[in-house]
């Protein structure tokens, strides 16, 4: 019995593929073009084409085609499952740890295919795309925003495809999702400046377009309502560019705004700020202007890189750690249970420990 057709045209186009003659990173022709070289319909091609996807040796992209990857069958390890991770970034403070206790958890069972962002929306709907591409059986995501939704995360919901969100509770969408409770962290973290005697505190945050930023900024506000203590907007400084992925604002223009924003808030003590390096411009702002925390200021933030045992000179801002080990166990754990079950939809808000430093003075 003679072979299908599209079968003959898989084993000729694996054939040139194989032995160079269509190198690694070339574009097939089309299937309109291969249609007319064979004298076959588009379907028979896209058959053949199939194929070779399947055994990883094109990926297909939009209006690019048909692109070789792989020189060889890829190896199909058995029973092992192929997740996807996209990222907006990771730091030393907060993401690394994630990113370590998701590729480490059940590492015999599961790959990853790690993508970064670096908190473009577009890029992010392309790295989605791609991986979806490469067959993927499920996604972990670190959105660039909470407010835009990427077009491809929308269509991967309709179709209740596998997903788990990191850091972002998406409350409008249904989709799973794993975070901290940031707003109880941000009242507690607040109460904490009160108890230190602090009556005007300022915040300082960024513009990002994140839930997360939203939560601590409400927990923040929140702390004040139940405490009976005025706000005004003047205590505010939201527009800390620097530390947002992709920006184009340099650290010396935040750190004037910084100074700015003390200089017009003289009867501040201490200061609220959303996230790191925030905490670090402050420093360097309050520095600039021949002042010292905590002495003069007290500064508070989330997250911290983890201390160097023998950095005897370390200094350490009172902050709310996360439990990254947390989220990155829980992100697999509700990735696999959605495979498992589609129709689960979980949003996971986790714990977290307020750590002292050397940024508040000792209570009296």
């Known amino acids: ?148 939704t990427s077009p491809k995360i929308l269509e991967l919901i309709s179709k209740n495809f596998p997903i788990v969100v990191l850091d972002r509770m998406m409350a409008n969408l249904p989709i799973c999702s794993v975070q901290t409770d940031s707003f109880i962290a941000a009242k507690e973290l607040t109460n904490y400046l009160f108890t230190r005697k602090h009556e005007k505190i300022g915040l300082i945050t960024s513009d990002s377009s994140v839930s997360t930023i939203d939560e601590r900024v409400n927990g923040f506000l929140s702390a004040h309502v139940d405490a009976n203590r005025a706000v005004s907007q003047t205590q505010i400084l939201s527009r800390i560019d620097s530390v947002v992925p992709s920006s184009s604002r340099s650290i010396d223009e935040d750190v004037a705004l910084i100074v700015e924003f003390l200089q017009n808030n003289p009867e501040m003590t201490a200061l609220f700020t959303t996230e790191y390096n925030i905490a670090l411009l402050a420093k360097s702002a309050i520095e600039t202007l021949g002042k010292q925390v905590p002495q003069d200021y007290s500064v508070v933030c989330f997250d911290h890189p983890t201390v160097n045992i023998f950095d005897l000179n370390a200094f350490i801002f009172t902050h709310i750690e996360q439990d990254q080990t947390a989220i990155g166990k829980h992100a697999i754990e509700l990735l696999q249970t959605k495979i498992a079950h589609p129709d689960t939809i979980e949003k996971i808000n986790l714990g977290y420990r307020l750590i002292e430093g050397d940024s508040v003075l000792p209570k009296l």
């Open 1 to 148: 019995m003679s072979k299908p057709l599209y079968q003959t045209i898989y084993e000729e186009l694996k054939h040139q593929i194989e032995s160079g003659l269509v190198a690694v990173n070339d574009t097939l022709p089309t299937e309109k073009d291969l249609s007319a070289t064979y004298s076959v319909s588009t379907i028979t091609v896209k058959k053949a084409l199939d194929l070779l996807k399947e055994d990883g040796y094109i990926v297909r992209k939009p209006r690019k085609g048909s692109v070789v990857v792989m020189n060889k069958k890829a190896e199909i390890v058995p029973n092992k499952q192929i997740f996807g991770l996209v990222i907006t970034n990771f730091t030393d403070f907060f993401g690394s740890q994630i990113l370590r206790t998701i590729l480490e958890t059940n590492a015999g069972d599961i790959n990853f295919i790690v993508k970064i962002s670096y908190g473009d929306p577009n890029k992010e709907n392309h790295l989605i795309q791609e991986l979806i591409e490469m067959g993927i059986q499920g996604l972990i995501l670190l959105p660039t925003s909470s407010e835009y």
